[in-house]
T-cell receptor, first 113, second 113 residues
Framework: EPEVTQTPSHQVTQMGQEVILRCVPISNHLYFYWYRQILGQKVEFLVSFYNNEISEKSEIFDDQFSVERPDGSNFTLKIRSTKLEDSAMYFC???????????FGSGTRLTVV | GQQLNQSPQSMFIQEGEDVSMNCTSSSIFNTWLWYKQDPGEGPVLLIALYKAGELTSNGRLTAQFGITRKDSFLNISASIPSDVGIYFCAGLGRAGANSKLTFGKGITLSVRP
């Protein structure tokens, strides 16, 4: 079964540092997403990406966040200057059509100290 | 913004029992999805519902998409210990490029052997 792969599984960073979270979506999927889950809370939408551009972003996705699809297989989330409140699980997801096959990766646990 | 309501927060059942979980919304969703999340993992899709009134089964799981498109339920029959986890409903308002998922807060299911 095709999978969405995320690396690293855990990342610890100092406040103010930049982090890049990496994702390899399912190969024939066209829509890509980042979600976040603060410990014990619900999963929240951050950003959707289609046709090499952001199609929608939430209020959480401020100027400190950016996404990129640098090549045909990777999809990255960059946080420029991390804050303590950025500590969360970050999930990448991809979908074939924007509706069907909406699949999540196992997540990256980001801890900002 | 759109919100999905799941309650109660936790459910405790005996192995072998059936359990039903509801999800309601004040907004219409065009697709309803049910996910299960194990600790430290990403959400795993259980059932997807694409049409109002649709009833879909996946093994011991049955889910229905409400006629009003504002609610859905998930039934688990003959529960087993590995059913333990957090069950999230998620709604998809629009297909295509802006296809973000809105998640409920989740129900934590415990199964006593």
């Amino acid at each position: 079964e095709p999978e969405v792969t995320q690396t690293p599984s855990h990342q610890v960073t100092q406040m103010g540092q930049e982090v890049i979270l990496r994702c390899v979506p399912i190969s024939n999927h066209l829509y890509f997403y980042w979600y976040r889950q603060i410990l014990g809370q619900k999963v929240e939408f951050l950003v959707s990406f289609y046709n090499n551009e952001i199609s929608e972003k939430s209020e959480i996705f401020d100027d400190q966040f950016s996404v990129e699809r640098p090549d045909g297989s990777n999809f990255t989330l960059k946080i420029r200057s991390t804050k303590l409140e950025d500590s969360a699980m970050y999930f990448c997801a991809s979908s074939r059509t924007g509706t069907y096959g909406y699949t999540f990766g196992s997540g990256t646990r980001l801890t900002v100290v | 913004g759109q919100q999905l309501n799941q309650s109660p927060q936790s459910m405790f059942i005996q192995e072998g029992e059936d359990v039903s979980m509801n999800c309601t919304s004040s907004s219409i969703f065009n697709t309803w999805l049910w996910y299960k999340q194990d600790p430290g993992e990403g959400p795993v899709l259980l059932i997807a519902l694409y049409k109002a009134g649709e009833l879909t089964s996946n093994g011991r799981l049955t889910a229905q998409f409400g006629i009003t498109r504002k609610d859905s339920f998930l039934n688990i029959s003959a529960s087993i210990p590995s059913d333990v986890g957090i069950y999230f409903c998620a709604g998809l308002g629009r297909a295509g490029a802006n296809s973000k998922l809105t998640f409920g807060k989740g129900i934590t299911l415990s199964v006593r052997p």
